[in-house]
Each structure stands twice: as C-alpha cells, then as structure tokens.
C-alpha cells in the first residue's frame, strides 16, 4: 500500500498543501514603470547621503542593459527596493517581478519552486506547477539570499543562465526561458566561495555587475529623512498627525541600526503605536540607543596656535588636532569639539579643496614665535 505524505502538524495529504507551499515561496510584484530620481533618492529608495548617491547613480547605468547583477549588503538594508528600481527602470518593466528568498525554501521543495514539476512526477504532485523561470518570462527573476542555495540546485540554476533552457521536474518538453536574473545576497561573496557556499563559477555569472548597499550606521545623515517617510506613511494609513520631537530624531542619529532600514521602520512604527501626539525618546521602548562615549579632554597641550594666526587658521589646527587626539574617529572628533558630524565632514571637505587648490602654508615663521594653547 503506497504511503500517502501529509504535511507537518496536519492529519490532510501533501497534495492539499503542495499548490499553497510553492506560491508561498514567491512573489510576483508589478512595480511602478514610472520611477524616476528625486530629491530625497531614487524611487522607494531613499538617501541623500554620497554613498547612496552613488548607488542610484549605478542603478540608472545598469538597469537599461540585460547584465545579470549581484546586490550585496547587510540584512535589512533594503536590496529588494534595489531590485524594484533595477525592474522599473529596465527594458522589461511592463513584465513580472518575481520574488523568491532562497534561504526560506526547504532544499526538498527548492528544484520544484525554481523549474516547476508536471503532474504525477511525485507523490503529492496532483497537478501540474509553473516554477518562477516560467512565472517571471518577459520580466525579471530576483533571487534573494542566493548564496543558501544547495550546490546542486546551484549547478543547475548556472546552467540555466547560461542556456536558457531547461526541464520541470518530471517533464520532457524543453522549455525556454527569457528573464534576466537578478540575485542578492548579505554574505561577503568571496568568502562564501572559499567556505563551499557559492560556486565561484556561479558567482562570476551572478556578478557581471556587483552593488553594493551601504549599511545605516555608514550613513547616519539619512536616519532623519527616513524616519520622517515611515512616520508620513503611518500617519496617512491612520489619519492622524503624529509628529517627532526633537529629542527623539537625535536619538534615533545615536543608535547603531544593526537591523539598518528595517530595524528604524519598526522603531518608528512602535513608537507611533505608543504616542498619543508626539513621539518622544522617552517613551517606553527598546530603542537600541547607544549613549555617548565618556570623552577625556584633550591635553592642555595638545593644540598650539601661532599668535597672529588667522581664525580659520586656528580653527583649523583645533579641528586636525582633535582628530589626532581621537585617533581618527570622527565621531568622537565631534563630540569633543562640540559640533554635528557634518559640520565637521563640511570643514574637511573644504581644507581638502584647499588643499588642492594652493598649498597650505601655516607654520611659524621662525622658532621665535610665541604662540598660545587652544585649550
């Protein structure tokens, strides 16, 4: 008597669930053909930082073409937004997006949700199922997390990039698939290959064009501008009027982000949930707020200025010596001269230019020169 398979936790036949198990591996999105860079990012993406200038600037480059790209990053960054923009801007924009995240998929039901099986190929497989290379012909196929796929379905997946063909399980029509492929992955490429998890041939198809998306912590200056878009979005699904206190977005500056975008989404949201009118890092949540670092003042010493010295000038000496003091952390630089982080990456833009422009030239004249201390 042939053993009938039924899924976990029921008493009911797979075959009941098979249909649901396979869509609820992949999302078929239809994204807006219509994005276009703004002042505050590019599309959903937001950030006016440079690193994520750049970034939107790259997207724009490659979008157009048919390279397959690889977009790496930390988990919560916001590489499905990514691979939107990519869709959107492309050629195939009118087709499908369709999503799967390789790392969620139990490595049994993988080769079925990639290339689909006929009818009766196994038991449970009461009907016939399109996998997501057939699902995503004429647009485009994002493969997030690719890097936790088996070896052998990696195999043949780059097969398949590389012929553009291939079989459903259980089948023998050949069948030709037109997608271009899109993959994401938050491990350092590199070393998964050297730890058996990417196939480096694999990775070279992959990474015809590689992205890389910069972490939250890397780009602070954009924590504000993305709190206020979470907080708008809530206070339209909610009609209210909800609004940050100032206390509240400086806060938020402090904090690590190791969940990076997601983890502010959710901050925000709980925080909104918890307000009555005003957001305020008082409330009762788990923010993961780091505090300042106790800072020792400089030497008394430490900063000496040539008397007759010009105020940039001087001001310039207390700012590289701050830094030195601080062994480079910019920081901390900023904190102890009592100034926000970009005020101080603003003044060291503008030496640097000087720098450039004529060198500089601000030692004393003789050893004679009396001079002061800053501190």
């Known amino acids: 008597m042939e053993e009938k398979l039924s899924y976990k936790g029921t008493?009911?036949?797979?075959?009941?669930?098979?249909?649901?198990?396979?869509?609820?591996?992949?999302?078929?999105?239809?994204?807006?053909?219509?994005?276009?860079?703004?002042?505050?990012?590019?599309?959903?993406?937001?950030?006016?930082?440079?690193?994520?200038?750049?970034?939107?600037?790259?997207i724009e480059r490659v979008a157009p073409t048919q390279a397959t790209v690889m977009i790496m990053g930390d988990s919560g960054v916001g590489k499905e937004l990514v691979a939107e923009c990519l869709h959107a801007l492309s050629r195939r924009a009118r087709g499908p997006l369709v999503a799967i995240n390789c790392g969620s998929i139990p490595a049994s039901l993988i080769e079925a949700e990639l290339f689909g099986h006929e009818k009766g190929s196994f038991t449970g497989a009461t009907r016939s199922h399109a996998g997501v290379f057939e699902r995503a012909t004429g647009g485009t196929l994002f493969?997030?997390?690719?890097?936790?796929?088996?070896?052998?379905?990696?195999?043949?997946l780059l097969r398949v990039l590389e012929t553009g063909r291939f079989y459903r399980i259980g089948g023998t029509q050949e069948i030709h698939t037109d997608v271009r492929v899109i993959a994401a992955t938050n491990r350092n490429i590199t070393e998964a290959v050297a730890n058996k998890r990417l196939r480096e041939d694999l990775m070279y198809r992959l990474a015809v064009f590689p992205l890389h998306v910069p972490p939250l912590r890397e780009r602070t200056g954009d924590v504000p501008l993305l709190a206020d878009a979470f907080l708008r979005a809530l206070n339209r699904a909610s009609g209210t009027n909800k609004r940050f206190s100032p206390?509240?977005?400086?806060?938020?500056?402090?904090?690590?982000?190791?969940g990076n975008v997601r983890e502010l989404k959710n901050t925000i949201e709980r925080s909104f949930i918890l307000a009555d009118d005003v957001l305020d890092a008082d409330l009762p949540i788990s923010l993961p707020v780091q505090a300042p670092e106790p800072v020792e003042p400089l030497r008394p010493a430490g900063v000496h200025v040539p008397l007759g010295s010009r105020l940039d000038e001087a001001e310039r000496s207390l700012i590289e010596g701050t830094l030195e003091y601080c062994h480079g952390d910019k920081r901390r630089a900023a904190a102890v001269l009592g100034c926000s982080l970009k005020t101080l990456y603003n003044k060291l833009?503008?030496?640097a230019s000087r720098h450039v422009a004529k060198p500089r030239s601000d030692a004393p004249c003789s050893h004679a020169t009396p001079t002061t201390s800053m501190m």
């Open 11 to 58: 008493d009911a036949p797979l075959e009941e669930f098979a249909p649901r198990i396979c869509n609820f591996f992949s999302e078929t999105t239809t994204v807006d053909a219509t994005i276009a860079l703004h002042e505050n990012g590019l599309g959903k993406l937001l950030g006016r930082s440079p690193a994520m200038k750049q970034l939107f600037g790259l």
């Open 143 to 156: 493969l997030d997390e690719v890097t936790e796929m088996p070896l052998d379905m990696q195999t043949r």
């Open 247 to 258: 206390h509240f977005i400086a806060t938020l500056e402090r904090c690590p982000w190791s």
């Open 349 to 351: 833009n503008s030496y």
